[in-house]
């Protein structure tokens, strides 16, 4: 018997932590397909991503949100305010913490910033398939003595386990509801801003130092092209230094064409459809400490 909406669950859960603690495997795990992209390493998420996962429980809106930390320009500023607002206007708030790790200042952070909003919490040890039993144990009753989670739930994000007894406990918290996104539907971002993030997912895999961290992507043409069953992009990588697009780009645009050929083949799974890319690079120099560029690339607060 199909449940009534009065009968259903449905809400949104914030996904929080510290940078890389595998909050975006967790993200595309949840939904069954990448939607959120993906590296070692740390703040590579920069906004929201909201992935949706409907079951016969209900429904839960998952916002995947950069990691919080302590912000050293203003797209830092940016990102942990998305951070601490998303945290404020859920109905539950999911910490993810990386379990092979003590505990550290990042992570007392993300507990502060949890007990300031009050908002009912649950807490996923990630990559528990890493460590010991003895010191994940020991992990628990330390965290344990914050008693500021709800459930702490052992989990791996890599191999899934333990992740349907999450479900079921996030999915008991929410409140009764009608669905907030038709049943098939598993993120509600365009495929434009998607298809930027994989982009960058890959110069964020290939370069190294610097280079990750001072890159955003602009998609300046997305069409679909009826005569050659194609959909046509052209993207624009931008980065704060001409020594940094010379490395991006690469001897004899190497870099730039690895960087090209390894989006491609993600933009194809994720669209269903042949995929023509073409990529630039410029320079705009400080961009993550200007308001006008942080707004030019989505970076703002509605």
Not at 18 to 39: D, H, Y
Not at 141 to 162: H, N, W
Request: charged content about 25%.
């Amino acid at each position: 018997m199909n449940k009534t909406d009065a009968q259903r669950k449905s809400g949104f859960v914030a996904l929080v932590g510290p940078p890389n603690a595998g909050k975006s495997t967790l993200i595309n795990r949840f939904v069954g397909q990448k939607i959120a992209i993906m590296s070692n390493k740390p703040q590579t998420t920069r906004t929201s991503i909201r992935g949706i996962v409907t079951r016969s429980e209900g429904q839960i809106v998952f916002l995947d949100t950069p990691g919080i930390h302590r912000p050293k320009h203003r797209l830092g500023e940016y990102m942990v305010d998305v951070a601490e607002n998303s945290i404020r206007e859920v109905d539950v708030a999911l910490c993810v913490i990386d379990a092979s790790h003590p505990h550290s200042a990042a992570e007392q952070l993300v507990f502060e910033k949890i007990a300031k909003a009050k908002t009912p919490a649950m807490l996923a040890l990630n990559k528990v398939d890493t460590v010991a039993k003895d010191r994940l144990l020991e992990r628990i009753a330390q965290i344990a003595k914050e008693e500021l989670f709800l459930e702490i739930v052992p989990i791996s994000a890599r191999t899934g386990d333990q992740l349907p007894r999450l479900l079921s406990l996030l999915y008991a918290k929410l409140p009764e509801g009608p669905f907030f996104y038709p049943e098939d539907v598993v993120t509600d971002h365009p495929d434009r801003m998607l298809v930027a993030e994989l982009i960058r997912e890959k110069v964020l895999q290939i370069t190294r130092e610097e280079i990750p961290h001072s890159v955003a992507v602009g998609i300046d043409t997305f069409e679909y092209k009826e005569d050659v069953d194609q959909i046509h992009v052209y993207a624009t990588i931008y980065t704060e230094r001409n020594s940094q697009k010379g490395i991006l780009i690469g001897k004899n645009g190497d870099l730039l064409k690895r960087v090209g050929t390894l989006a491609r083949q993600d933009i194809e799974a994720l669209l269903g459809s042949k995929t023509y890319l073409e990529l630039w690079v410029k320079v705009k120099k400080d961009w993550r400490n200007q308001a006008n560029m942080l707004r030019t690339f989505g970076f703002h607060q509605e």
